[in-house]
Antibody
Framework: QVQLQESGPGLVKPSQTLSLTCTVS??????????WSWIRQPAGKGLEWVGR???????NYNPSLKSRVTISVDTSKNQFSLNLSSVTAADTAVYYC???????????WGQGTLVTVSS | EIVLTQSPATLSLSPGERATLSCRAS??????LAWYQQKPGQAPRLLIY???NRATGIPARFSGSGSGTDFTLTISSLEPEDFAVYYC?????????FGQGTKLEIK
């Protein structure tokens, strides 16, 4: 059974870079045809797909965030990571990592981690 | 960007009743639509993919229909554990987008 677990700071100062890591267990991050994804959800609000990285290494970022987002994979640690630069309070949210399959449906999710942007 | 509009925002029903949730897309997404269920403090769970296919382990009381721009999630007979927030999501165009959610609450 695939499991995903987010980790990273829960508090980030405005203008700094938010960095999160998702550790994948129960399967190799390089096997299969999957999109390893980051989704976020502000408190009491809906879901926003931040970006994704394919098993081959290609990436897609949400255009609303594109200039600030980087997603990368560390195959040696079976992890993928999110960097979001120049954060503001609007980036405060629960961040989920997830595995998308079957054409990009999110089947496996991490439990989510709350990141607050505040000085 | 494709906008998904869900209705109603809140649906108040009793256990045993039938629930019908709607999702309308701003342009055709063919059948590339999914439904998720989210309970408080939990990650969403995939229920339906490609408009009408139940995900692994999802009870038969959940069904999806529609194509193009209009989609429906039906729960045939509500169980107590079904009261949650439901989201639709399209994968036709990037960025893949979600609806704003329908909260299904106990009447």
């Amino acid at each position: 059974q695939v499991q995903l677990q987010e980790s990273g700071p829960g508090l980030v100062k405005p203008s700094q870079t938010l960095s999160l890591t998702c550790t994948v267990s129960g399967g190799s991050i390089t096997s299969g045809s999957y999109y390893w994804s980051w989704i976020r959800q502000p408190a009491g609000k809906g879901l926003e797909w931040v970006g994704r990285i394919y098993s081959s290494g290609s990436t897609n970022y949400n255009p609303s965030l594109k200039s600030r987002v980087t997603i990368s994979v560390d195959t040696s640690k079976n992890q993928f990571s999110l960097n979001l630069s120049s954060v503001t309070a609007a980036d405060t949210a629960v961040y989920y990592c997830a595995r998308a399959e079957g054409g990009s449906y999110l089947v496996y999710w991490g439990q989510g981690t709350l990141v607050t942007v505040s000085s | 960007e494709i906008v998904l509009t869900q209705s109603p925002a809140t649906l108040s029903l009793s256990p045993g009743e039938r629930a019908t949730l709607s999702c309308r897309a701003s342009q055709s997404v063919s059948s590339y639509l999914a439904w998720y269920q989210q309970k408080p403090g939990q990650a969403p769970r995939l229920l339906i993919y490609d408009a009408s296919n139940r995900a692994t382990g999802i009870p038969a009381r959940f069904s999806g229909s529609g194509s193009g721009t209009d989609f429906t999630l039906t729960i045939s007979s509500l169980e107590p554990e079904d009261f949650a927030v439901y989201y639709c999501q399209q994968r036709s165009n990037w960025p893949h987008t979600f609806g704003q959610g329908t909260k299904l609450e106990i009447k």
